[in-house]
């Protein structure tokens, strides 16, 4: 299994930045990529961004393209989440998730962690 636990969440107010991290334990070598989730309040869970371990091929939701960053840390197996310029629509509880390989799902996921961003 792969453990995940998220920290950095917080209030921010709009134009602010956060800097959210995963960080990943247990059988780390089985996963293929990282993602990063959202779920605000009413909504369905949203995909954010991924990367994976091997060559840090990223991918982005248009909604965040150029205003968030993702990245990784092998040594720390470690994923981070750089947001910028978050406005109120950036409200959501933040995921990140493990995959095992490109066409799996994504099968582990980390507890949350709440970003809040004021208008």
């Known amino acids: 299994q792969v453990q995940l636990v998220e920290s950095g969440g917080g209030l921010v107010q709009a134009g602010g930045s956060l800097r959210l991290s995963c960080a990943a334990s247990?059988?780390?070598?089985?996963?293929?990529?990282m993602g990063w989730f959202r779920q605000a309040p009413g909504k369905e869970r949203e995909f954010v961004a991924s990367?994976?371990?091997?060559?840090?091929?990223?991918y982005y939701v248009d909604s965040v393209k150029g205003r968030f960053t993702i990245s990784r840390d092998n040594a720390k197996n470690t994923v981070y989440l750089q947001m910028n310029s978050l406005n109120p629509e950036d409200t959501a509880v933040y995921y990140c998730?493990?995959?095992?390989?490109?066409?799996?799902?994504?099968?582990?996921w980390g507890q949350g962690t709440q970003v809040t961003v004021s208008s």
């Open positions: 247990g059988r780390t070598f089985s996963s293929y990529a």
């Open positions: 990367i994976t371990w091997t060559d840090g091929s990223t």
């Open positions: 998730a493990s995959k095992r390989n490109k066409y799996a799902s994504y099968n582990y």
